[in-house]
């Protein structure tokens, strides 16, 4: 099990770790998608996100479309997560505002790339994201450490590493849930075919 996750988290940073990091600060939309971007009026706020949002009141109107439906969707999201994920939000908005224009730059590129893949990539990196989050904070600075000093040759070797893994693991786990069905069918069977018992005959 920690090999599979250790291979995991390696594919995992190539991609998941960037979208964890913009959980508070999405990507910066295009001027094209800026016009086509609907306002927002303050009014259709609701008052939770009128109170979270409230030292922006006075100049909310003058934000981009953009900027009015991010901070709304934000907003929202905040709202519904528990202490913890606000806890673990906060902590991602501090290392993100740490980053260099730079870094930031790189992160947007790789959260473009992320989106781009169909829906059930995006599933298993967010899978994998979470079996990263489960290791020791030791362990994972070290995973970091060999993604970041690897060279392209090796992550591919990693990420392809990573995927025969994913797929034995799901193959085992098809494998139980199979054989618990035909425990089952058995156990079913059984106790349909019990034999039965004739009457008791005198001096039995």
């Known amino acids: 099990m920690i090999e599979v996750r250790k291979a995991l988290t390696l594919a995992l940073l190539l991609a998941a770790l960037p979208a964890c990091a913009l959980a508070q600060q999405p990507p910066a939309p295009n001027p094209q998608a800026q016009a086509a971007a609907a306002p927002v009026p303050w009014a259709s706020l609701s008052p939770p996100q009128q109170r979270l949002l409230g030292s922006l009141a006075g100049r909310w109107e003058t934000l981009p479309a953009a900027r009015q439906q991010a901070l709304a969707r934000g907003s929202r999201r905040w709202l519904h997560m528990s202490p913890r994920q606000r806890s673990m939000a906060r902590t991602r908005f501090q290392r993100w505002r740490r980053l260099t224009p730079q870094q930031r730059q790189t992160i947007r590129r790789r959260w473009q790339k992320f989106k781009s893949l169909p829906p059930q990539q995006q599933a298993a990196i967010r ?9 020791p ?23 392809q590493r990573t995927q025969r893994m994913w797929h034995r693991q799901q193959m085992m786990r098809m494998q139980r849930q199979q054989q618990m069905l035909q425990m089952q069918r058995r156990m079913l069977q059984m106790r349909h075919f019990r034999p039965i018992r004739g009457p008791r005959g005198p001096g039995r």
Do not use: G, K, V
């Not at 994972?140 to 992550?155: D, E, I, N, S």
């Open 127 to 135: 899978r994998s994201f979470r079996e990263f989050q489960r290791l």
């Open 137 to 159: 904070p030791w362990r994972r600075r070290m995973l970091r450490r060999q993604w970041q000093h690897a060279t392209p040759a090796q992550r591919q070797m990693m990420i």
